[in-house]
Each structure stands twice: as C-alpha cells, then as structure tokens.
C-alpha cells in the first residue's frame, strides 16, 4: 500500500526554521516526483514545487523559488520542506503528494502537516 | 505561469441532479496534465481525472472528465450526498504546476 507520512504539526514564531518531512513507502520511492501543496487557512491549493527522488531534479513554483527549500534523503525514501526564516504569511497545511511522471497528476497525498507562525 | 480559472466558484445543486464543472486555462495545456481533483472537508484531496478524461483508481463511473486546448470539464452525472465538496483542477506545463481556486458544490 502506497503511504505519505508527513511530520505532525508545528508551532513557530517569525524568523524561525523549519524542515518538515514526508516519508513515502510501500512503492519505488525513486520513480515517482514528490511535489509540495499549500492550502492556507480557509483557501485553495497551491503547487508550490517538486523533486525527483531518482536524481534530485527540483522545480519551483515561480511564487516559492527561493521562499523554501524542496530535497530528499533517498536512502530513506523522505523528502523536505524547509523555511530559512518563517512568517506568518507562512500559516498553512502542507501536503506532500506523489505525481504520475507520465500524467503530473497527484495519485497519493499526505496526511498534511499544519504549520502555524505565531509571535 | 500558466492561470486556471474555475467557473462557477459555487454551484448549488441537489442529490440526484447533474453537475457540470468548468476549467479554462489562460493558455493551451496538454491534455495529458490536466487532472481534477476533490477535497471533502478536513480531508486532503482525492485524484478523481487524470490525463482530462482517466479516471483515476476507484472513482466511480459517475464522475467524467473531458476537453482540450484551453477548455475542460469536469461532470458529475448524478449526485451523491457524499459529491458536495470542493473541485479543483490542476495543470502541469512549462516544469511547473498550478491549480484553479476550486469550485465549491453545496447542497
């Protein structure tokens, strides 16, 4: 069974990092794209990025390229969402999705991470 | 960066009733990257359509997706009480993906 566990919730303030996880099992973690959704509080989705577990190939939503860093530690089948500086602009639930390469379609979600920045 | 504009933002309906969804993208997207997707309250989405028109593993037959180009629809024959949720369709084209700002379905 394909499963997405993502790391629970957290509670920051402004100007703190964060690195929030997504561990991916039960399929070939290296051959499926790992991409990131936001859905702040009460709104729609947003694509914010995606990585390639194979070969760590990255790309950014024009909106989050260099507002937050996307990786993978493959050799434990786990990817990374990670903030230098928090906001609170930054409130949310983040997703972590598994993309059909031959289709860039989300087949599998996590279970979200909600990530609040609070002073 | 390509813009999806879902139409209506709300649509209210009845069980039983059929429901028709729009998409419509500032500019043409391969049909093989448009998807729909669901997203019941304090749930995570669900993949309903892949590829504009694949359903995707366990979505019943109620639920279509279709069009090409600039113009796709998502449509629900006849509606469950468990359908009145929220739609969004989402595209992938120049490495990069965006989503539409859904289209809520209430009762």
């Known amino acids: 069974e394909v499963q997405l566990e993502q790391s629970g919730a957290e509670v920051k303030k402004p100007g703190e990092s964060l690195k929030i996880s997504c561990k991916g099992s039960?399929?070939?973690?290296?051959?499926?794209?790992i991409g990131w959704v936001r859905q702040m509080p009460g709104k729609g989705l947003e694509w914010m990025g995606i990585?390639?577990?194979?070969?760590?190939?990255?790309r950014y939503s024009p909106s989050f390229q260099g507002q937050v860093t996307i990786s993978v530690d493959k050799s434990i089948t786990t990817a990374y969402l990670q903030w230098s500086s928090l906001k609170a602009s930054d409130t949310a639930i983040y997703y972590c999705?598994?993309?059909?390469?031959?289709?860039?379609?989300?087949?599998?979600w996590g279970q979200g991470t909600l990530v609040t920045v609070s002073s | 960066e390509i813009v999806l504009t879902q139409s209506p933002g709300t649509l209210s309906l009845s069980p039983g009733e059929r429901a028709t969804l729009s998409c419509r993208a500032s500019?043409?997207?391969?049909?093989?990257?448009l998807a729909w997707y669901q997203q019941r309250p304090g749930q995570a989405p669900r993949l309903l359509i892949y590829g504009a028109s694949g359903r995707a593993t366990g979505i019943p037959d109620r639920f279509s997706g279709s069009g090409s180009g600039t113009d796709f629809t998502l449509t629900i024959s006849r509606l469950e009480p468990e359908d009145f949720a929220v739609y969004y369709c989402q595209q992938y084209g120049n490495s990069r993906g965006t989503f539409g700002r859904g289209t809520r379905l209430e009762i």
């Open positions: 999705v598994r993309f059909l390469d031959s289709v860039m379609a989300g087949d599998h």
């Open positions: 039960g399929y070939s973690f290296t051959n499926y794209w």
């Open positions: 990585i390639y577990p194979g070969d760590s190939d990255t």
């Open positions: 500019q043409s997207v391969s049909s093989n990257y």
